[in-house]
Structure formats: C-alpha cells, structure tokens
C-alpha cells in the first residue's frame, strides 16, 4: 500500500500533457495543473478556434486565461525531487534499438540526453545533474547524445584523443607523439578544430554564394523555358494565320478560276445555242421549201408550173457553217494546263522552302553559358556537319558543276547555262543552294591557284563588276583567300593577313545566332585560323570563288 501511496504522489506532480514531472507549474480555472510550456503550446495551436480548453476535462475558457506560476506547487516539485521521488517516465523516454542509451541506467535504460567527451559517456535527465551542479564536472564537454564516443579513445593507448596529427591527417592522444607520431606536426585537437572551423565557414560561404549563383541561374533558366514557350506558342499561331491566308487565297484562287471558266462557258454555249436556232429555222424552211418544190414538180398545168417556178425556186441566204469545227473535250484545257503549272511551281518553291523551315525549327539552340563554347575536337564539329550543295542558278557561266552540284572547276569555255537574274554574271563565284543558320560545319577540299572559301548574305549583288558583287569586298560577305603559301582573311575590303598550317581542306563552323563564324586548317589536326564575332542580321549562304586558272577547283566534303 506504502508503494502505491508513492506512485499516487508521482502521478499527481505529472503533467498530462508531456508526462513528466511538472517544470514551472501552473494551474487553470478548472482546477488541473500543466508545465507553463506544455499548456501555452496546446492553447498556441487552438487559437484559430478562439476557445481554449482543459486538454484533461474539456472545460473551454473565452478570453484565453493568464497563466501564473503555482509557486506552492513548484516548491512540492523541487521536494521531490530533492527527496529522490521522481514521475514515472513514460514509455518514449525509455532508450529504443536507435537510441543512446544513458550509461548509469540499470535495468531498462532511459534515453540519453547529453554526452560527455570527457568520461566518454552518456547521460539521461537525472544522472546528468551531477555535471550540472559538480564544480569538477561543471568544465566537461557536453555534446548530443552520440554513440561513437569509443571512437575518441586511441586504440594503442587506451587513452582520450584530445591531439591531432596534422602529418598523418588524424587524431591522437598525448601519449602518441612520443612513439608512432615522433616528430610530426601536432596540435591540440581543439586548436585544429578552430583552424577547420574558419575553413568551413569560408566553405560555407563559397556554397551559399554558389547556392544564389544558382538560384540565379535556375531563374534565368525558367524565364528562359518562358521565353522558348512563349516564341513557339506565337510561331505556332502566326505560322496558322499565315497557312490560312494561303489556304484562303488558293480557295479564293480556285473560286475565280471557277466562276470565270464557268462564266465563259455560259457565254459559249449561248453563242452556240443561237447559231444551232439559226440553223434549225433554216432547215425548217429549206424543208417548207423542198416540200412546195415537190408538189410544184407534180403539176400537169405546164402554165401554172412557170408562174409559181421562179417564187419557189429561189432559197434564202443560208448560214455560214465554215468556222465550226468540233472540239471534243479540248475547250478549257489550257486553263488546267495553266493551274498544273501553277501547282508545280507552288510544289517547287515548298520543297525548297520546307527544308528550310524545317532546318531552322529544329536548329532552335537556347544559348547557355556552357553551350556556347566552340568544340575543341573535329569530333565536336562534326555532330554539326551539314551537307552543301551548289546552286546552279547562282553560278558564274566559267564554273563547271559536278559531284552532284558539289564540285566547281574554273573552265576556259562558259558553260550552256540558262539566263538567271541569280547569276554572277562576272566574278568566278557561286552560293549554296541550302541557307545556314543555328550552329553548321562544313570542309572544303581545294585546289589550284588561288581560291576563296566564302559565306554571303543572299541578298549579295550578282550583276557587274562592282566590288558589291565581291566576296570579301562588302559587308555582306566574308571570304578567307587559300593559295600555295598563305591565307588571307578579307571583310568589307579589309585585307587581314592569317598564319596557320598550309592545308588543302578548310573546314568552317558558324554559330549564326552567337555570332560565331571561324576558319580552319584541318589536316591531321584542326588548327584555328581566323574567328569572327559579330551579329548576323540574315541567313547565310556557303559560297566560292575560284581565281585566275582554269582547272582551279574547289568541293564540299562528305563528312560522317
């Protein structure tokens, strides 16, 4: 009965709510007592519901109480515990299979709540009191409750390791510079751990500055991924008004053809109807007159005969039938022969303007930092091989196209080629067929005296003389000069000298929406000879110019 005389003293100084001995006790209308914390927590969390309750007999209190330390009742805590009468812990204080188990605990341990580095031990709430009010345990090192405190204890001495080996990279204990770690460079570990914790900090700050670097980045990233979502979902919409409006116009288009082939067609048939109506009348009375002709032929009375002969003998003027010939079928056929050239030409100008609409979609490149840099390695350009074709239109009539318009040779002879306003009607020059933009690499194999690696706007002069129509000579053109002994780089007439290897391939990458154009000698290796940075305001065109002798040749490689 004694015993559970004691537990009955041990329930009634709980608290309820956290179930240990109450701290800083106070007691509510209704009679029941909390830790001050505890009952602030618990009425914290109900004060959206503007009602504060007893969590033990639900009595609600409105305005929420003023809570007053229960000084009689904090006195009877202190005597209890002074007397050794402590609340019965609860089953969470208990120490778990993951917990740190107190070290003076017998029977089932209590959790841990601080360790010492220097009895190397754990501690829970009770037995920790000795640090707390002891003078020669009040200068220990308490830290959380861990369970690696053997670690700390050196393997040879069997002693604290409170020395640190800055040699060896490691703790030790005092005894370990006399033998294993003799002349090494040692401090206190305390000591080190002041140096490492400046260069944590310092670490620490790299990474919170890298963290907003970041930060920044994703930012830019996600405006970026808004600005891509926003420019496609226009071109998307502008791209169906525009096919709308063809769509719209070819209709248009089909209903003129339509209403006028018809409205011809009306005007035929009128024509003819009224010209078959004359000829219906006509055979109406040539029959009238035949049938009176032949009664006429039946009569006896010779005298009647050549009274009535000259009235009946004589016929009207009979319509002109010489002009009529038979079509079948053939009316309106040049109109549809006329549409078929229409559709073929629209057929034409697709193809060629599809591809390049399909290139420059899937050409897009968002320009971030770590995609701009230029490849290091010919695999690198290679991913961005384009295949290049000459324009046959664009090509000067002393240039010979050939390799599937790949090759031009320099001829003595000009070549039948048809008239074309596309044509250099002067210099020994030709553009690419394919116009380039994003990112494109390309070789070029040469050969001869004198030729020019070239890219131009389309918009370049083809007619003349004139320096306009010049690679190299105009803003709308730059043109890297090959010969047996050097380079030359030339832009808008400015001649800049280019050293490098001498090489008979040349390979040329543009990053168009960087403003990235550069020149190399590709050999063995690939050496950068000339770079340009500047903005392209158009697509561009590949181009050649072959000087002086005939059989100068120049080719667009086939790359892997």
Same mark, same amino acid.
């Given at each position: 009965m004694a015993q559970k005389g004691v537990q009955l003293d041990r329930e009634s100084f709980s608290c309820s709510i956290c179930l240990d001995l109450l701290k800083v006790p106070v007691t509510i209308h209704c009679g029941h007592s909390y830790c001050m914390n505890c009952i602030k927590t618990h009425w914290d969390e109900e004060d959206g519901k503007k009602l504060h309750s007893c969590p033990q007999c639900r009595q609600t209190f409105t305005p929420r109480p003023v809570l007053l330390k229960n000084t009689m009742l904090a006195d009877l805590v202190e005597q209890l515990k002074k007397t050794g009468l402590q609340a019965a812990p609860a089953d969470h204080c208990y120490a778990g299979p993951e917990d740190v188990a107190c070290d003076v605990c017998t029977g089932r341990k209590l959790k841990a709540v601080k360790s010492c580095l220097m009895c190397l031990a754990s501690y829970c709430e009770k037995h920790l009191q000795s640090h707390y009010e002891s003078a020669p345990f009040k200068k220990h090192k308490l830290v959380d409750p861990s369970k690696k405190l053997q670690e700390n204890i050196c393997s040879r001495h069997d002693e604290v390791m409170k020395m640190f080996c800055r040699t060896d990279q490691q703790c030790i204990c005092y005894l370990c510079p006399v033998n294993e770690h003799k002349g090494h460079d040692t401090v206190s570990a305390a000591a080190e751990r002041t140096e490492r914790q400046r260069e944590l900090e310092v670490s620490r700050l790299n990474i919170q500055q890298r963290i907003q670097d970041r930060e920044k980045d994703v930012k830019?990233?996600?405006?970026?991924?808004?600005?891509? &979502? +926003?420019?496609?979902?226009? *071109?998307? /919409?502008?791209?169906?008004?525009? %096919?709308? /409006?063809?769509?719209?116009? #070819?209709?248009?288009?089909?209903? !003129?053809?339509?209403?006028?082939?018809?409205?011809?067609?009306?005007?035929?048939?009128?024509?003819?109807?009224?010209?078959?109506?004359? #000829?219906?009348?006509?055979?109406?009375?040539?029959? +009238? &007159?035949?049938?009176? $002709?032949q009664q006429l032929s039946h009569t006896e009375d010779h005298n009647q005969f050549l009274h009535n002969y000259p009235s009946l003998s004589a016929l009207s003027e009979s319509t002109d039938s010489s002009s009529i010939s038979i079509r079948p079928l053939q009316y309106f056929e040049e109109v549809t022969t006329a549409v078929s050239e229409v559709r073929d030409k629209l057929q034409d100008v697709l193809r060629e303007k599809w591809t390049n609409i399909v290139l420059t979609v899937t050409e897009v490149d968002v320009l971030l =930092? @770590?995609?701009?840099?230029?490849?290091? *390695? +010919? *695999?690198? %350009?290679?991913?961005?091989?384009?295949?290049?074709? $000459? !324009?046959? &239109?664009?090509?000067? *009539?002393?240039?010979?196209? =050939?390799?599937? @318009?790949?090759?031009?040779?320099? #001829?003595?002879?000009?070549?039948?080629?048809?008239?074309?306003?596309?044509? %250099?009607?002067?210099?020994?020059q030709v553009l690419s067929r394919e116009s380039l933009t994003g990112r494109c690499y390309w070789e070029v194999e040469w050969r001869g005296d004198k030729v020019f690696v070239a890219v131009a706007y389309k918009i370049i002069s083809r007619t003349g003389s004139s320096t306009e129509c010049v690679f190299g000579l105009n803003n709308k053109s730059w043109a890297l000069r090959c010969d047996e002994n050097s380079y030359m780089f030339w832009y808008n007439s400015v001649q800049t000298p280019v050293s490098g290897p001498l090489s008979s391939r040349v390979g040329v990458y543009l990053d168009h929406s960087a403003g990235v154009l550069s020149f190399y000698s590709v050999s063995e290796t690939m050496t950068l000879l000339h770079r340009v940075q500047t903005t392209f305001t158009q697509p561009l065109h590949a181009g050649l110019w072959l000087l002086y002798s005939s059989g100068n040749t120049a080719e667009f490689c086939k790359l892997k």
């Amino acid at each position: 009965m004694a015993q559970k005389g004691v537990q009955l003293d041990r329930e009634s100084f709980s608290c309820s709510i956290c179930l240990d001995l109450l701290k800083v006790p106070v007691t509510i209308h209704c009679g029941h007592s909390y830790c001050m914390n505890c009952i602030k927590t618990h009425w914290d969390e109900e004060d959206g519901k503007k009602l504060h309750s007893c969590p033990q007999c639900r009595q609600t209190f409105t305005p929420r109480p003023v809570l007053l330390k229960n000084t009689m009742l904090a006195d009877l805590v202190e005597q209890l515990k002074k007397t050794g009468l402590q609340a019965a812990p609860a089953d969470h204080c208990y120490a778990g299979p993951e917990d740190v188990a107190c070290d003076v605990c017998t029977g089932r341990k209590l959790k841990a709540v601080k360790s010492c580095l220097m009895c190397l031990a754990s501690y829970c709430e009770k037995h920790l009191q000795s640090h707390y009010e002891s003078a020669p345990f009040k200068k220990h090192k308490l830290v959380d409750p861990s369970k690696k405190l053997q670690e700390n204890i050196c393997s040879r001495h069997d002693e604290v390791m409170k020395m640190f080996c800055r040699t060896d990279q490691q703790c030790i204990c005092y005894l370990c510079p006399v033998n294993e770690h003799k002349g090494h460079d040692t401090v206190s570990a305390a000591a080190e751990r002041t140096e490492r914790q400046r260069e944590l900090e310092v670490s620490r700050l790299n990474i919170q500055q890298r963290i907003q670097d970041r930060e920044k980045d994703v930012k830019l990233l996600q405006q970026e991924v808004e600005a891509v &979502n +926003r420019s496609a979902d226009k *071109t998307v /919409e502008d791209s169906e008004k525009i %096919f709308t /409006e063809l769509i719209r116009l #070819m209709e248009k288009r089909s209903s !003129d053809v339509k209403q006028q082939v018809r409205s011809q067609q009306r005007t035929e048939v009128s024509r003819v109807k009224e010209l078959q109506e004359k #000829m219906e009348q006509e055979i109406a009375e040539l029959k +009238r &007159n035949d049938a009176e $002709l032949q009664q006429l032929s039946h009569t006896e009375d010779h005298n009647q005969f050549l009274h009535n002969y000259p009235s009946l003998s004589a016929l009207s003027e009979s319509t002109d039938s010489s002009s009529i010939s038979i079509r079948p079928l053939q009316y309106f056929e040049e109109v549809t022969t006329a549409v078929s050239e229409v559709r073929d030409k629209l057929q034409d100008v697709l193809r060629e303007k599809w591809t390049n609409i399909v290139l420059t979609v899937t050409e897009v490149d968002v320009l971030l =930092s @770590n995609s701009q840099s230029e490849p290091k *390695t +010919r *695999t690198g %350009f290679l991913k961005y091989s384009r295949k290049i074709t $000459l !324009d046959k &239109n664009t090509a000067n *009539t002393h240039l010979l196209l =050939s390799e599937g @318009n790949r090759k031009a040779t320099l #001829m003595r002879q000009q070549q039948s080629y048809s008239s074309q306003p596309d044509r %250099f009607s002067y210099w020994h020059q030709v553009l690419s067929r394919e116009s380039l933009t994003g990112r494109c690499y390309w070789e070029v194999e040469w050969r001869g005296d004198k030729v020019f690696v070239a890219v131009a706007y389309k918009i370049i002069s083809r007619t003349g003389s004139s320096t306009e129509c010049v690679f190299g000579l105009n803003n709308k053109s730059w043109a890297l000069r090959c010969d047996e002994n050097s380079y030359m780089f030339w832009y808008n007439s400015v001649q800049t000298p280019v050293s490098g290897p001498l090489s008979s391939r040349v390979g040329v990458y543009l990053d168009h929406s960087a403003g990235v154009l550069s020149f190399y000698s590709v050999s063995e290796t690939m050496t950068l000879l000339h770079r340009v940075q500047t903005t392209f305001t158009q697509p561009l065109h590949a181009g050649l110019w072959l000087l002086y002798s005939s059989g100068n040749t120049a080719e667009f490689c086939k790359l892997k």
